[in-house]
């Protein structure tokens, strides 16, 4: 079973402020975001979720940061 993710172009007005928002944080709306946009509840929440873990004013670079996904990702073995 495939879940089809919601793009900005066919997704409702809820969801498309959710984007924007993400977007003017200078973030990308990746896939894993829009299939939670399958529900906007669940969207809204994982993106405040995700800016109280993460938030602008970290000290840390993007870079360093990015890096950081990635070494988690390659030590639990996610191939995405």
Request: glycine fraction near 4%; proline fraction near 6%.
């Amino acid at each position: 079973m495939r879940i089809e993710p919601v793009e900005k172009d066919r997704a409702p007005a809820r969801v498309r402020r959710i984007y924007d928002a993400i977007e003017r944080q200078g973030r990308p709306v990746t896939n894993m975001l829009k299939v939670l946009a399958r529900s906007p509840v669940v969207l809204r929440a994982y993106n405040q979720l995700s800016g109280a873990l993460f938030p602008d004013d970290s000290r840390l670079s993007a870079k360093i940061k990015e890096l950081a996904y990635l070494r988690v990702s390659i030590l639990n073995g996610c191939a995405y």
